[in-house]
């Protein structure tokens, strides 16, 4: 890990949040939330894709363990009302659940 890429890490890793899905409901809507499977580092992806690397972001969408939140996630959200970190890479918002 080079020094710029530490700092990036650090800085998104400074900007995550605990968030509830209310809050986010709205980002859903507009198609601007990333689900991150519990099997990767939510900060991990987020700099692969504040750093444009394409070939990870595609890999990890053709596994289905990044993908767009569906209706599905969605309303299981809206119902469960767990705890959400997120961190966002413009004009996206990876999300991730927080076990409790």
Do not use: C
């Not at 894709?49 to 990044?66: H, L, P, S, T």
Request: charged fraction near 25%.
């Amino acid at each position: 890990m080079t020094d710029q890429t530490s700092t990036l890490y650090a800085k998104l890793l400074g900007e995550t949040a605990i968030i509830e899905w209310s809050a986010l409901e709205r980002f859903w809507a507009k198609g601007d939330l990333i689900w991150v499977d519990h099997s990767l580092d939510l900060i991990a992806v987020a700099q692969a894709m504040a750093e444009n690397r394409r070939d990870d972001v595609a890999r990890w969408r053709d596994q289905g363990i990044v993908a767009a939140v569906t209706a599905e996630q969605a309303l299981d959200l809206q119902t469960r009302d767990p705890r959400i970190w997120a961190v966002v890479v413009s004009p996206f918002i990876l999300i991730q659940v927080k076990d409790a």
